[in-house]
Nanobody
Framework: QVQVVESGGGLAQAGGSLRLSCAVS????????EGWFRQAPGKEREFVAA???????YYGDSVKGRFTISRDNAKNAVYLRMNSLKPEDTAVYYC?????????????????????WGQGTQVTVSS
C-alpha cells in the first residue's frame, strides 16, 4: 500500500522560507514522479512543482524562481524549498505520487495523473 506523508508546514513571514518534506512508501520510488500541489480556501487545487526519476523539474508560473523541488532516492523523499514567500502562497500543500509504471511521461501539471496523495500540510505566510 502506497503512503504519502507530508511534513514541514507552518507559519512564515513574507520574504521568509520554509521547507516541506514528503515521504513516499510502498512503491518503487525511483521509477515514477512526484509533485506538489496547493489549495487555498475557495480556490481550485493548483500545481506547484514536480520532479521525475531523472530529476527533471517542472514549476508553476507563480512559484518559478522562488521554489525548488528535489528528491532523495535513498530516503524515498521529496522536498519543496520555498523562498521569498508571499501571503498568496498561503494554502494547504499536498504531495502526490504517480503510479510505479516506469518513467513518467505524462502531464506533470495535472492532478489527475497522480494516484497517491498525502493528507496535506498547512503553510501560512503573514504580511
Amino acid at each position: 500500500q502506497v503512503q504519502v506523508v507530508e511534513s514541514g508546514g507552518g507559519l512564515a513571514q513574507a520574504g521568509g522560507s520554509l521547507r516541506l518534506s514528503c515521504a513516499v512508501s510502498g512503491r518503487t520510488f525511483s521509477s515514477a514522479a512526484e509533485g506538489w500541489f496547493r489549495q487555498a480556501p475557495g480556490k481550485e487545487r493548483e500545481f506547484v512543482a514536480a520532479i521525475n526519476s531523472i530529476d527533471s523539474t517542472y514549476y508553476g508560473d507563480s512559484v518559478k524562481g522562488r521554489f525548488t523541488i528535489s528528491r532523495d532516492n535513498a530516503k524515498n523523499a521529496v522536498y519543496l524549498r520555498m523562498n521569498s514567500l508571499k501571503p498568496e502562497d498561503t494554502a494547504v500543500y499536498y504531495c502526490a505520487a504517480t503510479p510505479p509504471l516506469g518513467y513518467f511521461d505524462g502531464d506533470y501539471y495535472s492532478a489527475q495523473e497522480y494516484d497517491y496523495w498525502g493528507q496535506g500540510t498547512q503553510v501560512t505566510v503573514s504580511s
